[in-house]
C-alpha cells in the first residue's frame, strides 16, 4: 500500500494518485497476480513510475500526449541514466508489462482517458491454430532467450550431487571440505534433480508430506503429490521422484534429521508470530494448536512456524538443534564456487532454479529416448502401478513434462523449451543414440556438425 506523506487519500483535486494505486494492488490477487510475493513488486513498479513522472511536472492520468513523451524520458533513464537505476531489457520489459496492466485497469475503472503506449498487431501460429493480439512497443529487443536460462548437464549435475554431499568428482570423501548438514544437503538436493520442485516448494515442504517409500525399489517414478499451500499460484499438482533419490531422502529423515529435532527446545521467534504446536500429524493433516488443519491450507509463514510434537521445526530441512533452514541459495552457491574452484573452472554458478531446470531437460530427454516407456513395460509386467505405467506409455512427452512442472498448458511448457535451448538437447540425444546404436559414423558426425553449427552459435 501506498501513502503520501501528509496521509491525505484526496484533496481539492479529487481522489489521489496513491489511492488508485492501493485499489488496484487490492485487486491483484483476482486479475491474474495471485502470488503474494508478487504483490509488493506490481506496486512499487507504478510507485517509481509516479516518482519519476511527478518530478516531471506529468501527473499519473494526464493526457496521452505528455504521457508518451514521459515514458520516452523514463526508457532513456532506465537504460542510460545513473547506473544504479539502469534496468536490463528483460527488467524494463516486465516494468512496461505490469505499467500496461494498470492503464488497461485503470481506463476500465474510468479513473483514466489515456495510456502512454502504442501497440502493433501481432499473429501467432500453433498447430494450426492462428491468434491474434496487440504487442507493447515500448518492449526492448532482448538475446535469445536460450542464453538467459540454463540448466546443468548430466555430468555437471553429477558433480553438483556430490559436492553437496561433501565428496569430489570421484565420489572419494573431500578430506578438505569442513561443511555441515551434508546428508541434508545431498538428499534434498537430489530430491530437487528428480522432482523440479520450485524453491519455496522444496524450502516449506514439511516432513511428514514427503510421500512414503514403497516396500521394494521400483523403475517407474514414485508419485510426487506438492500441496496448493507451497506452489505457485496455489495450484495442487503431482510431480515424481525416482526411488533411490527418495530412499536417500528417508535416510535422512529417519537419521540426521531425527538426531536434530529429537527433544528439541527451538520455538519461532517472537517476530514471526506465536508457535503452532502440532500433535496427530499424518501425510496430509494434524491438531494445530488443538484444531485440526489439513496442511495444503497452511501457507509459507504459517508453515514455519510449526513446531513438532517430539520437538523442532516440522520443516522438511532443518539444521542445528531442530531450527527450520531456509538458505538453500547459499548452500547452493558455496558449492558450485568450491567445485569451480577446485575442480571445474568452467562449472556455472548454481541457484534454485537452475536444478528445476536440469531436472525438466533430463526428463524431456528420458521421454524422448522412450526410457521411461521402457520402465513402464517392466511396471506393467509385474502390475506393480498400472496406472502410471499405461500414463507413461500413451501421454506425449511434452504433456507429461506440462503436469511435472505445474504449467497450465503446453505452450508454456513449449516455450520454457526453448528457453532452456532444446536444439542443444536434440543434437547432444541424437549423438548419443547414434553412436549406442552404430549409426552415427564419422562421416554423419562431420556433417550433423555443419548442419548445427551455425544454430548453436546464436546468441
Known amino acids: 500500500m501506498l501513502f503520501d506523506d501528509d496521509l491525505l487519500f484526496e484533496d481539492s483535486n479529487g481522489v489521489r494518485p496513491t489511492t488508485v494505486i492501493n ?8 486479475n491474474g497476480c495471485p502470488s503474494p510475493n508478487s504483490w509488493p513488486y506490481y506496486v512499487r513498479t507504478v510507485r517509481e513510475w509516479l516518482e519519476f513522472i511527478s518530478e516531471h511536472g506529468v501527473a499519473l492520468f494526464d493526457t496521452r500526449r505528455r504521457l508518451k513523451a514521459a515514458l520516452g524520458a523514463y526508457s532513456v533513464y532506465r537504460a542510460q541514466g545513473p547506473i544504479k537505476h539502469r534496468f536490463e531489457a528483460s527488467t524494463w520489459n516486465q516494468n512496461m508489462g505490469i505499467l500496461a496492466g494498470f492503464y488497461r485497469w485503470a481506463k476500465d475503472e474510468e479513473y483514466a482517458d489515456s495510456e502512454p503506449f502504442t501497440y502493433r498487431q ?5 498447430k494450426g491454430q492462428v491468434r491474434r493480439g496487440r504487442v507493447n512497443q515500448s518492449r526492448r529487443r532482448q538475446a535469445q532467450p536460450h542464453v538467459t536460462i540454463k540448466y546443468l548437464d548430466d555430468d555437471f549435475t553429477d558433480m553438483f550431487l556430490k559436492g553437496l554431499a561433501g565428496l569430489g568428482p570421484d565420489g572419494e570423501r573431500d578430506l578438505l571440505y569442513r561443511g555441515r548438514e ?3 544437503n545431498s538428499a534434498v538436493g537430489r530430491m530437487i534433480v528428480s522432482s523440479g520442485l520450485r524453491s519455496q516448494e522444496y524450502t516449506y515442504l514439511l516432513v511428514c508430506e514427503v510421500p512414503v517409500l514403497p516396500s521394494r525399489r521400483t523403475a517407474v517414478p514414485v508419485s510426487f503429490p506438492v500441496p496448493s499451500g507451497i506452489t505457485k499460484g496455489g495450484k495442487f499438482r503431482e510431480s515424481w521422484i525416482d526411488y533411490d533419490s527418495l530412499a536417500e531422502l528417508h535416510s535422512y529423515i529417519a537419521l540426521d534429521r531425527a538426531a536434530a529435532t529429537f527433544g528439541s527446545s527451538w520455538r519461532p521467534p517472537a517476530r514471526w508470530g506465536e508457535p503452532l504446536f502440532v500433535t496427530d500429524a499424518d501425510q496430509r493433516g494434524g491438531r494445530v494448536n488443538g484444531v485440526r488443519v489439513q496442511w495444503s491450507s497452511l501457507g509459507l509463514a504459517e508453515r514455519r512456524r510449526l513446531v513438532a510434537p517430539e520437538g523442532g521445526s516440522m520443516l522438511l530441512s532443518v539444521w542445528g538443534q531442530g531450527r527450520p533452514f531456509t538458505g538453500w541459495a547459499t548452500v547452493f552457491a558455496r558449492t558450485s564456487d568450491r567445485i569451480r574452484e ?8 548454481v541457484n534454485p532454479h537452475r536444478l528445476r531446470h536440469s531436472m525438466a531437460m533430463a526428463t524431456m530427454a528420458r521421454l524422448m529416448r522412450s526410457w521411461y516407456e521402457q520402465a513402464a513395460r517392466q511396471v506393467r509386467d509385474t502390475d506393480d502401478d498400472a496406472a502410471l505405467a499405461q500414463y ?3 501421454q506425449e512427452p511434452l504433456l507429461i513434462l506440462r503436469d511435472l512442472l505445474g504449467h497450465s498448458s503446453s505452450l508454456t511448457t513449449e516455450a520454457y523449451l526453448h528457453r532452456l535451448d532444446v536444439l542443444r538437447l536434440f543434437t547432444s540425444l541424437y549423438r548419443r543414440v547414434g553412436k549406442e546404436y552404430g549409426l552415427l559414423d564419422e562421416e ?3 556433417e550433423l556438425g555443419t548442419e548445427f553449427d551455425d544454430e548453436l552459435a546464436v546468441v
Not at 501481432?122 to 500453433?126: C, D
Not at 577446485?342 to 554458478?349: C, I, K, L
Open 122 to 126: 501481432a499473429v501467432w501460429a500453433f
Open 342 to 349: 577446485r575442480y571445474e573452472p568452467r562449472f556455472p554458478r
Open 23 to 30: 485499489c488496484w494492488a487490492c485487486e491483484l490477487p483476482a
Open 444 to 446: 554423419v558426425e562431420l
Open 392 to 394: 507413461l506409455r500413451t
Open 182 to 184: 551434508l546428508a541434508r
